[in-house]
C-alpha cells in the first residue's frame, strides 16, 4: 500500500475516532437520574468578569448517589454560582447552605426516561451522519489518488472495501454506545 493510502486510513480512522469520542462526551451530559459531574461542564461562572468553567473553582462530589455537592475554592462566590448553574437550565435546582451548594437530583419519571431516550438516539444518529461524512470524504479523497497515481481498479476497490469495512465497525461502535445509554436511562 502506498503512503498516501496509508495517510488516508490513519486521517480517515482519527476523524471516525474523534465523532465516537464526542459521542462520548455528549452521553456525559445527558441527565439519567443519577448524580453525574459531567453534567456541569458547561456551566460557566462570572469570575472576576471572566466566564470560567465552574469545576476550575469548585470541587464537585457525588453524594448518595442521587446528589452533587459542590463546594467552591473561594466562599466569596457562592450566590454567583448559583446563578450559573440556573442560566445553564441544567433542569435542578440548586440548594446552598452558605458553604456549599447541593444539587439534588430527582427522580425521572417514565415519560421523561423516554424523551431523553430519544435524545440519546438522535445523538446516535448525528455521530452516525459524521461518520458517513467521514467516509465519502475518505472515498472522495481515494478517487483523487486514484487519477493522480495511477491506481490499478482493483486496489482502488479494495480499498472502498475497507473504508466501508472501518465505516461499519465504528457505526457499529455507536449503536452499542447508544444501547446502553438508552438502558442507563431507562433503568430506574
Excluded: H
Excluded at 161 to 170: A, M
Amino acid at each position: 500500500m502506498s503512503e498516501a493510502l496509508e495517510e488516508l486510513f490513519l486521517f480517515g480512522e482519527e476523524k471516525m475516532e474523534k465523532a465516537l469520542a464526542q459521542l462520548a462526551r455528549e452521553f456525559g451530559s445527558v441527565r439519567s437520574g443519577r448524580a453525574n459531574p459531567a453534567i456541569l461542564d458547561k456551566v460557566l461562572v462570572d469570575y472576576y468578569g471572566a466566564p470560567t468553567p465552574l469545576r476550575q473553582m469548585s470541587q464537585v462530589t457525588v453524594q448518595d448517589g442521587t446528589t452533587l455537592v459542590i463546594s467552591p475554592y473561594d466562599k466569596t462566590i457562592l450566590k454567583e454560582i448559583e446563578k450559573a448553574i440556573i442560566k445553564a437550565e441544567i433542569g435542578i435546582t440548586p440548594n446552598s447552605d452558605g458553604i456549599c451548594i447541593r444539587l439534588p437530583f430527582p427522580p425521572l419519571t417514565e415519560e421523561r426516561r423516554r424523551e431523553i431516550a430519544k435524545d440519546v438516539k438522535k445523538m446516535g444518529e448525528d455521530a452516525k451522519v459524521a461518520i458517513r461524512n467521514i467516509r465519502r470524504d475518505m472515498t472522495d479523497d481515494l478517487k483523487k489518488l486514484e487519477k493522480s497515481e495511477n491506481l490499478p481498479e482493483d486496489l482502488v476497490k479494495d480499498n472502498q472495501d475497507k473504508i466501508q469495512k472501518l465505516t461499519d465497525k465504528y457505526t457499529g461502535m455507536i449503536d452499542v454506545n447508544v444501547a446502553n445509554k438508552e438502558k442507563e436511562v431507562m433503568t430506574v
